[in-house]
């Protein structure tokens, strides 16, 4: 990575240097593009054929009136009766000012992570562990900024004009490791503590943290977004109706964050001096009809990096899955 000083203006050098770094990636990218366009249709047209549900995933900050940070993403997973699965996801992340051409000081950098996840739950009694594997690339073959643009464009927001400064391709391969154990204190009530890590170049920490879920009829699966929880093999339709209410917290050590800090192997402009230690917050609820259910969860991060304005990042996301 390249670290710049936030309070340094970029020279003429600098700036011809970063747009010979970009023509020379721009070469490798269409051929890239093409690759994982192929990638993702086969693993669309395996998960259909091999699934027993599928999952849609949105999140965006535009319903909190935020445009920034993390500021989108949208995945779609498929998930077999045998608890192993695999999910197609991508994450945006933007400086809070868009409307500018230049590097923003003391912000994070636009980039863009487009992943293939593929996971396995492991359950024994309450004990559920979960593993993960991640392939993918981060840079402009993720498609982000053409993603973020396009949105913008249709809905009439202003466009974002720093893209040009988005971290550079690179594929990324990342491991996760998660165990919780699910304590039932009442039929309607349960306590799912959770500890886990998650080391490669996208990246590097340790995860601390417990969530509470009360409703009717709970099911023994458990998906608050970026967690994938179960504690039996019985799935969706095992249950006609159920609805529930939840809420976490999520403390993190982390190491190294591609996405934050840029690349460890090539040169790229990052502004910021991330902090080692951050929490998120969750908030969301559940509801199941058959074959059908719908989570709705709000989350909100403290602050990553040291000249972070003094707000959480917050976000809303929706998943609806179907269960064949």
Not at 67 to 92: M, P, V
């Amino acid at each position: 990575m390249l670290l710049v000083d936030g309070g340094a203006d970029v020279s003429l050098d600098t700036r011809v240097r970063l747009d010979a770094l970009g023509t020379a990636e721009k070469r490798g990218y269409y051929p890239l593009k093409k690759f994982l366009t192929g990638l993702f249709a086969f693993a669309i047209v395996a998960g259909i054929s091999l699934a027993d549900s599928v999952s849609i995933y949105s999140e965006n900050d535009v319903w909190e009136y935020t445009d920034g940070w993390y500021t989108s993403g949208q995945a779609i997973e498929y998930q077999s009766d045998y608890l192993w699965g695999f999910k197609i996801a991508q994450e945006i992340f933007t400086p809070e000012n868009k409307g500018s051409r230049d590097i923003q000081w003391g912000d994070r950098p636009y980039a863009g992570y487009l992943h293939l996840d593929v996971f396995k739950n492991f359950i024994e009694g309450a004990e559920d562990d979960y593993l993960s594997l991640s392939l993918g690339v981060i840079g402009p073959a993720s498609g982000a900024g053409t993603v973020q643009s396009g949105f913008h464009k249709i809905t009439g927001m202003m466009l974002p004009q720093g893209w040009k400064w988005q971290l550079r391709n690179e594929p990324t391969l990342n491991i996760a490791y998660y165990k919780s154990r699910s304590v039932m204190l009442e039929k309607w009530l349960e306590f799912k503590p959770l500890a886990g890590v998650n080391f490669g170049n996208v990246l590097v920490d340790a995860e601390l943290g417990n969530f509470i879920r009360l409703g009717y009829n709970l099911p023994p699966e458990f998906s608050p977004m970026i967690y994938n929880f179960a504690s039996d093999t019985k799935r969706l339709k095992d249950r006609s109706f159920y609805a529930y209410a939840f809420a976490g917290v999520v403390g993190k050590a982390v190491a190294y964050d591609h996405l934050l800090q840029g690349s460890l192997f090539q040169e790229e402009y990052v502004t910021v001096t991330p902090k080692t230690f951050c929490a998120d917050g969750f908030l969301g609820a559940c509801v199941g009809f058959r074959r059908m259910e719908l989570t709705f969860t709000h989350v909100e991060m403290t602050e990553q990096w040291l000249s972070q304005p003094d707000r959480d990042n917050r976000w809303d996301g929706v998943k609806l899955s179907y269960k064949f």
